[in-house]
């Protein structure tokens, strides 16, 4: 990885005067506009996606294991873990 890019787990820093796009589409008009973010303030709008007077930040794909637990109540003790997907 270059040394411009944060290593997972690292928080790039974010200008907080400006604003960010979003990897969502606009719901009226998705062909042609994208939802952003503005980090001062969080308000939400959308824009057209040829505007380039605002940030990308990427972020890293990941994904969190969830695992239910079978317990017996009169000894507290876990009985299996079952992985949700």
Do not use: Q
């Not at 890019?5 to 062909?31: C, H």
């Not at 506009?33 to 824009?47: I, R």
């Not at 505007?51 to 009985?79: C, D, E, G, H």
Request: aromatic fraction near 12%; include cysteine; proline fraction near 4%.
């Amino acid at each position: 990885m270059s040394a411009g890019f944060p290593r997972a787990g690292r928080l790039a820093k974010t200008k907080t005067d400006n604003i960010y796009w979003s990897s969502s589409e606009f719901y009226n008009n998705p062909a042609n506009n994208a939802l952003y973010v503005n980090v001062n303030n969080g308000n939400v709008n959308n824009n057209n996606k040829n505007n380039r007077n605002s940030y990308v930040r990427p972020v890293l794909a990941f994904s969190i294991k969830i695992y239910r637990s079978i317990v017996n109540f009169k000894n507290n003790k876990t009985l299996s873990r079952i992985l949700c997907k």
